[in-house]
Nanobody, 125 residues
Framework: QVQLVESGGGLVQAGGSLRLSCAVS????????MGWFRQAPGKEREFVSG????????NYANSVKERFTISRDNAKNTMYLQMNSLKPEDTAVYYC??????????????????WGKGTLVTVSS
């Protein structure tokens, strides 16, 4: 059974930092591209950042570039999202997800096969 479990969310003031983690079990973590997505109240789920199976390639939404850093530790089956200079508009539930196809660099929401339940990030102004 595949499980993705996010942690690290919470309440932070604008300008602060948080580090999210996504612990994965039940699949061969090292062969799947992984991504972070978020959904704010009343809005659609959107892509935040993604990382290739090896960690050698990364991708970011324009809204988080130079503020967020994605990484992964394949030995620990865990992915991370370091979020700095947080803004109120970053407030959302953050989800991690695994790509459906091994060794494929794609972050379309429909292409992500497995999802965590999310962790809430609230940024106060």
């Amino acid at each position: 059974q595949v499980q993705l479990v996010e942690s690290g969310g919470g309440l932070v003031q604008a300008g602060g930092s948080l580090r999210l983690s996504c612990a994965v079990s039940g699949l061969t973590f090292s062969i799947y591209t992984m991504g972070w997505f978020r959904q704010a109240p009343g809005k659609e789920r959107e892509f935040v950042s993604g990382i290739s199976w090896s960690g050698g390639a990364t991708n970011y939404a324009n809204s988080v570039k130079e503020r967020f850093t994605i990484s992964r530790d394949n030995a620990k089956n865990t992915m991370y999202l370091q979020m700095n200079s947080l803004k109120p508009e970053d407030t959302a539930v953050y989800y991690c997800a695994a790509q459906r196809i091994p060794h494929y660099m794609g972050f379309d929401i429909d292409g992500m096969a497995f999802w965590g339940k999310g962790t809430l990030v609230t940024v106060s102004s």
